[in-house]
């Protein structure tokens, strides 16, 4: 009955490589993100989906991509993993895009770039 | 910088004693967010205050705003050692893009049986 699921939980892979990681909420909520949190818990925005649309775009390289195909999934892909992309990377979701009622957050997916 | 800021950044204390958090930040806001974050866990909504609202209660959670001062404070009461975790105070600021929270960087409470 998990709300925000993502995977995978933990992923460790060299520098250079391409990844996704996967978000699936079944919470009927209308918006969805992705944070980064990094070594010192400083949580960042990096994008938002309203039904599908991108509505937050933060100042992230070209190399972050996300795709969400229905509003129930929001995956995030990036190319060329560099060392700095190491962080946990949380994805949420809201009832709507005011986000005025709170998100619900995923475990996280821990991303080590060695 | 907009987002806020908790203070103290680490808190100990014993089962049962009393816990108090702050939050500043410095634009104004639509609401804050109080969550918590368990070791290895996503963070976990606790409380909303609205920016027209002083003081909210949830369980043994207590939350007040000050937005004269541009301040929040997290009360836990009756501490218990499942509540050791990081807190976080996150901001709906007035005029940003919609849904978008500003994060601090957490108070880390740890709380002795």
Known sequence: ?114 | SQQGEEDPQALSIQEGENATMNCSYKTSINNLQWYRQNSGRGLVHLILIRSNEREKHSGRLRVTLDTSKKSSSLLITASRAADTASYFCATDNRGSTLGRLYFGRGTQLTVWP
């Open chain 1, 1 to 114: 009955d998990t709300a925000v699921s993502q995977t995978p939980k933990y992923l460790v892979t060299q520098m250079g490589n391409d990844k996704s990681i996967k978000c699936e909420q079944n919470l009927g909520h209308d918006t969805m993100y992705w944070y980064k949190q990094d070594s010192k818990k400083f949580l960042k925005i990096m994008f938002s989906y309203n039904n599908k649309e991108l509505i937050i775009n933060e100042t992230v390289p070209n190399r972050f991509s996300p795709k969400s195909p229905d509003k129930a999934h929001l995956n995030l892909h990036i190319n060329s993993l560099e060392l700095g992309d190491s962080a946990v990377y949380f994805c949420a979701s809201s009832q709507d895009s005011t986000g005025a009622y709170g998100y619900t957050f995923g475990s996280g997916t821990r991303l080590t770039v060695v």
